[in-house]
């Protein structure tokens, strides 16, 4: 059963960082995992993509908004996807995501975290 369990959240002041963490299991060697992403949802806005990571090539993309402050990575040993974030503004107040993207013949299944809240306030 893949799980992706999201951790790290909480309130950070503007300015500040915090780093996200996301605990990915279940998949098997054989499986195709194109991407693993982070999303954000803030309160009456829709989901967006955060931050990419493009597994087969090791490249990352990034939103305009959170270019040079936010890095994404991995740590295959331990099945982790990070996210760190910097300069923290209160627009990136929101429900965080992690999510994995899998190819399954022609299809692409999305798997989704449970969301980690960030806070950033004065």
């Known amino acids: 059963q893949v799980q992706l369990v999201e951790s790290g959240g909480g309130l950070a002041q503007p300015g500040g960082s915090l780093r996200l963490s996301c605990a990915v299991s279940?998949?098997?060697?054989?499986?195709?995992?194109?991407?693993l992403n982070w999303y954000r949802q803030a309160p009456g806005k829709e989901r967006e993509l955060v931050a990419r990571?493009?597994?087969?090539?090791?490249?990352?993309q990034y939103a305009d908004s959170v270019k040079g402050r936010f890095t994404i990575s991995e740590d295959n040993a331990k099945n982790m996807l990070y996210l760190q974030m910097h300069s923290l503004k209160p627009e990136d107040t929101a429900i965080y995501y992690c999510?994995?993207?899998?190819?399954?013949?022609?299809?692409?299944?999305?798997?989704w975290g449970q969301g980690t809240q960030v806070t950033v306030s004065s």
């Open positions: 990571l493009i597994t087969i090539e090791g490249s990352t």
């Open positions: 279940g998949f098997t060697f054989s499986d195709y995992i194109m991407s």
């Open positions: 999510n994995a993207r899998r190819s399954l013949g022609p299809s692409t299944l999305n798997y």
